[in-house]
């Protein structure tokens, strides 16, 4: 990725934290944490990865809500960034935490195997 690619990754990341939050409160989503944002070469598509936990609603409804408030969510980072076009939203759940929690537990698993 190019250095202005991840400027505006950046400031995309930084900007989307209000909207999603506020989104997270209002749906009961519990906590939602943007982890990454990852642009096109052409900066026309920003890929939004998320961890979603502790809400009522599964984070699987959470990111089809982000899909329908997307021309809002949008609008407000719009409003501040300096960008001559705002890219359009992809929103994805970031699942790299529980794989992380499945490889631990296979490593434990294993090891109370070696240790019997």
Same mark, same amino acid.
Do not use: C, H
């Given at each position: 990725?190019? /250095?202005?690619? *991840?400027?505006?990754?950046? *400031?995309?990341?930084?900007?989307?934290?209000?909207? @999603?939050?506020?989104?997270?409160?209002?749906?009961?989503?519990?906590?939602?944490?943007? =982890?990454?944002?990852?642009?096109?070469?052409?900066?026309? @598509?920003?890929?939004?990865?998320?961890?979603?936990?502790?809400?009522? @609603? =599964?984070?699987?409804?959470? /990111? *089809?809500?982000? &899909? *329908?408030?997307?021309?809002? @969510?949008?609008?407000? /980072?719009?409003?501040?960034?300096?960008?001559?076009?705002?890219?359009?939203?992809?929103?994805?759940?970031? #699942?790299?935490?529980?794989?992380? &929690?499945? /490889?631990?537990?296979?490593?434990?698993?294993?090891? =109370?195997?070696?240790? #019997?």
């Amino acid at each position: 990725m190019s /250095i202005r690619a *991840e400027r505006v990754a950046s *400031e995309v990341k930084k900007s989307l934290v209000s909207p @999603i939050s506020d989104l997270a409160s209002e749906f009961s989503a519990g906590l939602a944490t943007v =982890t990454a944002v990852r642009l096109s070469k052409d900066l026309q @598509i920003a890929k939004v990865y998320l961890t979603v936990f502790g809400g009522k @609603i =599964t984070p699987g409804k959470f /990111i *089809e809500i982000l &899909e *329908e408030k997307n021309k809002q @969510i949008r609008y407000q /980072i719009a409003s501040k960034l300096q960008l001559r076009r705002v890219p359009e939203l992809r929103f994805f759940l970031d #699942d790299t935490l529980s794989e992380m &929690e499945n /490889i631990q537990k296979l490593i434990n698993s294993v090891k =109370t195997t070696d240790n #019997d």
